[in-house]
Each structure stands twice: as C-alpha cells, then as structure tokens.
C-alpha cells in the first residue's frame, strides 16, 4: 500500500511562534487531506488539497502531488493550536490511508 | 447544520454483548466508512461504502460487520466484542469525485464526533 510518512513526530512550539508541518507519500495520489485531531479527540477537517496552495486564516497548506509531498504552515501560534495533526491519502481510490500525525505542543 | 453523527459517543460493554454504533450523515454523501484509533496504531479503516448495498473490507475488518440499506445511514455491528476492540471509532462521508486517470474516488471526507469503546 501507499506510504504516508509525516514529520516532525513532535513539536513544542512557543505562542505567537510559526511551524511548518511536512507529509511524504510513497506514489501519485489524486487528493490530500490534512485534520487536527483536538485534545478531546474530534477530528477537524482542515485542508482538502490535491495541488497547489490554500489558506484558512493562520494556517494554509502546500501540495506538490509531482514531487509527493504536502506542508502544512501554521503562523502565529495560538495554544488552541495544540493537538495531532494528520494527512490522509487515498489507497487503491477508495480507502483512505493515514500518516502517524505530528503532535504539537504550544505553550503560553 | 451539514454534519455526520454517531451514538453512541462513550460505551462501556463486557466480552460477546451484540452491540451497534450508528451512523448518520445529512449531505446526501454516496461513501461512507469507518475508522478506529488506536495508541501506537493511527487510524485504519474498518470498512466502507460506495453507495447503498454496496461495501467492503478495509484494513481491519475482522470482527465487525457493516450495513448500507439507506443512502444516510451506516451503523456498525460487533456481533462478538473482545477487549482487542477498545478503541476510539469515527464515522465519515464524503461525496464520490472523478480521478484524473477517469476512475471513481472519494471526495473530502467529513468525520463524525467520534465514539469511544471500551470492551472488558
């Protein structure tokens, strides 16, 4: 199956501070999702990105499907920012296939 | 309020109890699946559907058994729970996309609230 690679595993970030959060997949994909998962568990859609760039107020993300990888950038940290954040792949078109999820940590 | 949700959120059960969790989405989505999480083990996919009376195996499906009589609805079924099925399981849709190669996929997935399993 397709690999999903993502890094950094963790992240403490300092408030106000900005990250970028990286997504590796092992073959050509036709979409990319990235979600936050907050700390009471829910899953939070963040980005559908098959190429290209979109923003969503502090946070937007980069798709390059040709060279098989996803960022993710989130700018002035806020500590509601804490969480996991995960990128998703299809598998074989109609499953889904998750990366490990990087945790970030940001501290006041 | 476009939503996927699930009942129940927090169940606690023994060991061989039948139990269901439901799903329901309100977007008119044509898949639908489900996912469990676990410490160590990410997200996998259970089982999902295409469209109604149409499903299949995902990475994990021993042990459950899945439903798609209505377009809405896609509850999952434990007919013999274990403890090895505590888990964290989420329910999503999506609407069905075209892929550039002409095949069919899944668009943007919508995950419900999640519900939380625990087996003794």
């Known amino acids: 199956g397709i690999q999903v690679e993502q890094s950094p595993p963790d992240l403490i970030l300092q408030e106000g501070a900005n990250s970028t959060l990286r997504c590796n997949f092992s073959?050509?994909?036709?979409?990319l999702q990235w979600f936050h998962q907050n700390p009471w568990g829910q899953l939070i859609n963040l980005f559908y990105?098959?190429?290209g760039t979109k923003q969503n107020g502090r946070l937007s993300a980069t798709t390059v499907a040709t060279e098989r990888y996803s960022l993710l950038y989130i700018s002035s940290s806020q500590t509601t920012d804490s969480g996991v954040y995960f990128c998703a792949v299809p598998f074989n078109d109609y499953k889904l296939s998750f990366g490990a999820g990087t945790t970030v940590t940001v501290r006041a | 309020e476009a939503q996927v949700t699930q009942n129940p959120r927090y169940l606690i059960t023994v060991t061989g109890k039948k139990l269901t969790v439901t799903c329901s989405q309100n977007m008119n989505h044509e898949y639908m699946s489900w996912y469990r999480q676990d410490p160590g083990l990410g997200l996998r996919q259970i089982y999902y559907s295409m469209n109604v009376e149409v499903t299949d195996k995902g990475d994990v499906p021993e042990g459950y058994k899945v439903s798609r009589k209505e377009k809405r609805n896609f509850p999952l079924i434990l007919e013999s729970p274990s403890p090895n099925q505590t888990s964290l399981y989420f329910c999503a849709s999506s609407l069905l996309a075209r892929t550039l190669q002409g095949g069919i996929t899944y668009n943007e997935q919508f995950f419900g609230p999640g519900t939380r399993l625990t087996v003794l």
């Open positions: 073959d050509s994909v036709n979409n």
């Open positions: 990105i098959p190429s």
